[in-house]
C-alpha cells in the first residue's frame, strides 16, 4: 500500500464513521471552532432559540472584527447599519452558551485568522472550521481548517462534528530560491494567475518545496490564506520547529508534560515519501518578480514589471469575456504598463497581510520616507497583540510619520461590510485577498500586492517595484 498523507493521516484521526461504503463522505470531529460577529451571533441564537445547547463551549472561541469600526476610541457603534446588534446578539450569546469572547476592550481581541495561532487555539493535526472562507489560513500549521456556513456552524456548536464530502488532494511545489522582493503574495498570485481561479479544484493543497520552507510563519499563513482564491477546500504545511516554537506556551495550547506529549505526536505530522496525491502541481519561483493584480479576479494578476495582457490571451473564450468586462470596470487598455499608474489610495492589513512581520516588511520601505501627496494611506494590524508589539517596536510612529493612518485591529477595508469604503471609483493598492468589483466601495478598483509594494505604490503616488527602494 503506499504511504499516506498528512491529508490523509488527519483525517483518519477524526473519522467518526463513514457514511457511505466507499468511505467519500464520513462524520469527521471537530477540534475548534471560531465565531465573528457578523456570523456568529446569529448561528448562536439560532442554536439558542431551538433549545439546544453548545455541545463543548470550551472548544469554541469568538471573537468581533468584521463589522466593528477601526477608528481610535471606538465603541459598539458601527458604520453598518444594524452592525451593533450583531456585536450585542454575539457578545449576550457567547455569554449564554459559556464560550470565550475576545470582546473590544480584550488584548486578545483581533481577526479571526490572526488571533487563533497568537493565542494556540488551532494547533499541528487538529481539524478547525469557522463560518469564513478564509478559515484555510490556519492550514500552515499543519491543521485541517477550512470555512463553513451557517447552518453547518449550528451542527458543529450542537454536536461537535460535521458530516464531510472527503477533498481530493493536491500537492503544489514551490521550487528554487525566491528572488530578492518576492515573498508569500507573489508566489499565490503567480500560481492562481497561472492555473486560474479554479486551479485548486476543492482539493485539500499541500505545500511543498524549498521556497516554502523559507518563509516565516506570516508568509506561510498568507500563502494558505491565499489558497481559497485558487478555489482549494483546505491548505496544510506540514509542522516544523518554528511552528513548534512559535505555539509552545501559548493560551490554549498544551501545557507542562501533555506540551511535550503534543510534541511527540507532531513530529509524526508529514506526508509519507510514497504517499499519492490526485493533482500534482509545482511552479519555480526563482524567476518571479513581484506581482499586482491588473483586474477583478486574484487570476488577473502579473509581474509588477509587466503590462496588461490582451483578453484574447486567456486560456478560453469565457475568461476572456471576464477579461474585457474587467479591463472596462479597471478602465485599463491592454498593453498599459502596470508600474507608473496613478493611485489614490493604500491599504496595508486584513487577514492576508496584517500580521507583524508584514508591518515590519513595510516599515522597512517607509522609514524616512513620505507617501505621495494625493494617497490616502491605512493600516490596520491584524489583532491588539500584533498593534501593541508594533507599537513597542515604534512602527505606529514609522506609519504616522509615513502619512498612514494607524488604526484599532479588526477586517476594515478588506471589504466594504464595516460600513466604511474607499470613494467612488478610486484606485487602491491593497494587501487584501479579493479585488471583485465594489469589494472596497462602489466601483473602487483594487489593485491586489504584497505589503513592501504596497508600500513602494504609496510612496510612489503609483504602482511601483518595491525592489526599486
Known amino acids: 500500500m503506499p504511504g499516506q498523507s498528512l491529508f490523509d493521516k488527519i483525517w483518519a484521526s477524526h473519522r467518526i464513521a463513514d ?142 462534528a460535521l458530516r464531510v464530502r472527503k477533498p481530493r488532494s493536491m500537492r503544489v511545489r514551490f521550487t528554487g530560491q525566491r528572488p530578492h522582493g518576492v515573498g508569500a503574495k507573489d508566489m499565490a498570485l503567480a500560481l492562481i494567475a497561472r492555473d486560474g481561479a479554479d486551479g485548486g479544484q476543492r482539493c485539500v493543497i499541500e505545500f511543498e518545496g524549498e521556497a516554502v520552507q523559507s518563509l516565516d510563519l506570516a508568509g506561510r499563513q498568507t500563502l494558505c490564506n491565499m489558497a481559497v482564491e ?78 496588461v495582457p490582451e483578453p484574447s490571451a486567456q486560456r478560453s473564450a469565457s475568461r476572456a469575456e471576464a477579461a474585457g468586462r474587467a479591463l472596462a470596470y479597471m478602465e485599463l487598455t491592454p498593453g498599459q504598463r502596470l508600474a507608473g499608474l496613478p493611485i489614490t489610495a493604500a491599504f496595508i492589513g486584513s487577514c492576508t497581510n496584517g500580521r507583524l512581520d508584514d508591518l515590519r516588511a513595510a516599515a522597512s520601505l517607509l522609514r524616512g520616507r513620505r507617501v505621495a501627496p494625493q494617497v490616502r494611506a491605512i493600516c490596520v494590524p491584524g489583532s491588539t497583540q500584533v498593534k501593541r508589539a508594533a507599537e513597542a517596536e515604534g512602527l505606529d510612529r514609522v506609519f504616522t510619520d509615513a502619512g498612514f493612518e494607524w488604526r484599532e485591529a479588526g477586517c476594515s477595508m478588506c471589504f466594504f461590510a464595516g460600513g466604511e469604503s474607499f470613494a467612488r471609483a478610486e484606485r487602491v493598492v491593497s494587501t487584501t485577498n479579493r479585488n471583485f468589483e465594489g469589494r472596497q466601495g462602489p466601483q473602487v478598483r483594487t489593485h491586489l500586492a504584497s505589503p513592501v509594494t504596497v508600500a513602494a505604490s504609496a510612496l510612489s503616488g503609483c504602482l511601483a517595484d518595491p525592489r526599486s527602494f
Open 230 to 307: 485558487y478555489s482549494a477546500f483546505g491548505t496544510l504545511i506540514a509542522p516544523d520547529e518554528q511552528v513548534f516554537a512559535a505555539l509552545k506556551g501559548r493560551p490554549y495550547a498544551p501545557q507542562g508534560a501533555l506540551w511535550e506529549r503534543a510534541l511527540a505526536s507532531w513530529r509524526w505530522l508529514r506526508s509519507d515519501p510514497d504517499a499519492r496525491f490526485d493533482v500534482e502541481r509545482s511552479l519555480d519561483v526563482s524567476g518571479l518578480a513581484p506581482m499586482i493584480s491588473w483586474g477583478t479576479s486574484p487570476e488577473h494578476a502579473a509581474a509588477i514589471d509587466g503590462v
Open 19 to 160: 457514511l457511505d461504503a466507499e468511505g467519500s463522505s464520513a462524520l469527521l470531529y471537530i477540534d475548534r471552532i471560531m465565531l465573528h460577529e457578523r456570523t456568529g451571533g446569529v448561528a448562536l441564537r439560532s442554536l439558542s432559540q431551538r433549545g439546544l445547547p453548545v455541545r463543548s463551549p470550551r472548544q469554541v472561541f469568538a471573537t468581533l472584527d468584521h463589522i466593528v469600526d477601526t477608528f481610535p476610541g471606538r465603541s459598539d457603534m458601527t458604520l453598518v447599519p444594524s452592525g451593533s446588534e450583531f456585536i450585542r446578539t454575539t457578545r449576550e450569546e457567547a455569554r449564554r452558551a459559556g464560550i470565550q469572547l475576545f470582546d473590544l476592550d480584550d488584548e486578545r481581541q483581533g481577526i479571526v485568522h490572526v488571533i487563533s495561532p497568537e493565542q494556540g487555539i488551532v494547533l499541528p493535526g487538529a481539524t478547525l472550521v469557522c463560518p469564513d472562507s478564509h478559515t484555510c489560513t490556519q492550514g500552515a500549521f499543519g491543521a485541517l481548517a477550512w470555512g463553513i456556513g451557517s447552518s453547518e456552524a449550528e451542527h458543529a456548536l450542537a454536536t461537535q
